[in-house]
């Protein structure tokens, strides 16, 4: 673990004997603090620092100068109990502002610490520190932490593992040993340089160069030999694999070379195990396998590839790398020249495969882990999830026919308010969202038609959010659609929840066929869902957690074009039911104080200070 990471509170040296005086202070403070946290602490407490340096790294012959957190590439890997609280100061020494999300971790009431920029928080200044209060509740299994500013989660992320509380254990029998293999993406240029650039011109953000499997892209790829990422195991031993993808705009294919792996969890949750020579995991997701080290002893590939869902013409917009890494028995044998390539990885576009993997992904539904599918569901949503142009006078851009590239939920194209829409909330303040994201699209027609007409494809650019009351149940249905004949598979994520996925087919929903086959039994609950390209998928949650959240697809450059809203959900009747007040250090919105309105509760002096006037 690396030291500057981790000081325990278990370690800490006792120290002196407080005075009388200064117990009854202490005490007062306790009583304080206890008093402004609505959410009680439950486990243990973990403390973690977390310093944003850039650093160079060379992969592929060349050499990037890239924001990380502790040096490391992935960032450095924390570890909890189920339903500890964890505190992480992240100090920003690099030269551009972030902000980090723990991502599936839901937050009860403390979305302040949620991480997503313009949402929940502004972004921590270069120069600035920022303590992170991380509330984990039923969350069990392996999620990840990463940056959601601009495109800087490419080079900040790392995994968060939440093992059972003391004195329980898995659903399975325990494994041997472990490993975490983290799918991130390389890029050869500065990467936010190039998005905003492309922004501005409308035209494709830029793919990466290379997958890396643990920061390394592995033997197929050009000066990668010499440092491909080795994992040794012991024959006859059987290992739990906790599988990250982090990669920024891309579903992959990962497998094994002649080993099959036993799914047991995903995103935060267990699953009923199946057995699988390969999985496909989206941007965003995790995946827990077994793996039993039972063949001849040698080395074998680990292989990751692009599971592509685009058109046929968007072929080359795609990285066709392969990511590689090594599994090693270890022992006294003779190497192989070469290792054994996995024969049962599917190809590219293999949407069979991709569609028979998600298939099988059940909830365990058994007496210690239930499942508590929404039945009584007071809002129903229908969300197209589309690709976009704006239009650019004489056709001056870099998009299709001239005009800019965009995305959109229910065709509106989300647009970023000047400070985050929590804060705006939480005070009152008018003029940084509307309140009137619509439950339906403002047009029907045949959405997974091809050649649909252009002046469908036209979204509105605005702030809308959604508004829940607490505890409704909510059924949402994400439709796919063709408009400007970029159809592909959309990873729809949730900030604040994990959600239910009932059902889900190719083609248009049918709103009266459709609902007869949905799953209300075992259900798996995961955090982000794969909307089929041409086709939809239908979640349901109960809205208990109050605050801010964010919905985005996970591709980051269908997010960077407008494919995301907020949830807000309301307070319910209660203190514990309630959204917490927000801590006194948030990083302070770079806007003019004197051009927003305020509530009658909060004084000039507060607000200015919010707005980093004083």
């Known amino acids: 673990m690396h030291a500057l990471l981790r000081r325990s509170m278990e370690n800490r040296r006792p120290a002196a004997r407080p005075m009388a005086s200064e117990l009854l202070i202490l005490l007062m403070f306790l009583v304080a603090v206890a008093a402004t946290f609505l959410v009680p602490v439950q486990g243990a407490v973990h403390y973690y620092d977390f310093v944003l340096k850039e650093k160079n790294f060379t992969r592929l012959c060349n050499t990037q100068r890239m924001l ?88 900040i992320y790392g995994a968060i593992v939440i093992d059972p509380v003391n004195g329980t254990t898995y659903p399975f029998p325990a494994p041997d040993g472990e490993e975490i293999l983290i799918l991130g993406s390389w890029y050869d240029f500065n990467v936010n340089e190039e998005v905003d650039e492309d922004l501005i011109t409308g035209g494709n953000l830029p793919d990466s160069d290379a997958y890396m499997i643990n920061g390394q892209p592995g033997d197929f790829c050009n000066c990668s030999r010499e440092s491909t990422y080795r994992w040794v195991v012991d024959y006859g031993k059987t290992y739990l694999l906790r599988i990250v993808n982090a990669v920024m705009n891309a579903e992959l294919f990962l497998a094994i070379a002649d080993h099959n792996l036993t799914v047991v969890g995903m995103d935060g949750n267990y699953v009923k195990p199946f057995v699988t020579g390969y999985i496909m995991i989206s941007p965003g997701q995790t995946i827990n396998v077994l793996l ?59 949407y069979n495969a991709g569609n028979a993997f998600l298939a099988k992904l059940r909830s365990l539904a058994d007496e210690q882990h239930p499942v508590n599918v929404p039945m009584n569901i007071t809002t129903r949503m229908f969300i197209t999830v589309s690709m976009n142009i704006i239009p650019c006078p004489n056709q001056s851009c870099d998009g299709p026919v001239g005009d800019k590239i965009a995305s959109s939920m229910n065709n509106i194209s989300f647009v970023n308010p000047g400070m985050d829409i929590l804060q705006a909330y939480y005070r009152n ?18 959405f997974t038609e091809h050649g649909l007409p252009y002046s469908l494809a036209v979204p509105q650019k605005a702030t809308k959010v959604k508004m829940l009351n607490y505890n409704e149940e909510v059924e949402i249905t994400f439709q796919g659609t063709a408009l400007i004949n970029a159809s592909e598979n959309h990873p729809m994520h949730m900030h604040g929840y994990s959600f239910y996925v009932v059902g889900s087919g190719i083609g248009n929903f049918d709103n009266v066929t459709d609902p007869l086959s949905f799953n209300l039994v075992d259900p798996v609950e995961v955090n982000t869902v794969s909307v089929p390209k041409k086709g939809w998928a239908t979640i349901r949650f109960k809205a208990s957690n109050p605050g801010v959240w964010l919905w985005h697809c996970h591709l980051d450059r269908h997010l960077s074009w407008g494919m995301d809203t907020a949830m807000i959900v309301k307070n319910g009747d209660t203190p514990e039911t309630s959204l917490r007040r927000p801590p006194a250090n948030m990083p302070k919105c770079d806007v003019p104080f004197a051009s927003w309105l305020q509530s009658l509760d909060d004084s000039d002096e507060e607000l200015a200070q919010l707005f980093g006037q004083q």
Not at 99 to 117: A, F, L, R, Y
Not at 294 to 303: A, D, L, Q, S, T
Not at 341 to 350: A, C, H, I, T
Not at 430 to 445: A, I, L, Q, S
Request: one cysteine or more.
């Open 68 to 155: 990380v957190v502790n040096d490391s590439l992935p960032g450095p890997m924390v570890r909890v109990h189920k339903g500890d609280t964890m505190y992480v100061n992240v100090y920003n020494e690099g030269d551009h502002a972030i902000t980090i999300h723990w991502h599936g971790v839901k937050q009860p009431g403390n979305p302040w610490s949620d991480g997503p920029e313009y949402i929940t928080q502004c972004p921590i200044q270069p120069g600035t520190n920022f303590t992170y209060e991380v509330i984990f509740s039923n969350e069990e299994g392996t999620l990840w932490w990463h940056a959601h500013s601009d495109w800087s989660r490419h080079s």
């Open 292 to 350: 039993t080290a039972n063949k001849m002893p040698g080395h074998y590939y680990i292989v990751v590839h692009n599971f592509d869902t685009t058109p046929t013409d968007a072929a080359e917009f795609f990285d066709h790398a392969n990511a590689s890494a090594i599994l090693m028995y270890s022992g006294d044998y003779s190497a192989p020249d070469s290792p054994i390539y996995p024969s049962q990885l599917p190809y590219y576009e293999d």
């Open 429 to 446: 303040l008018r003029g940084f969202y509307t309140p009137d994201f619509p439950n339906w699209p403002p047009t029907m027609f045949n």
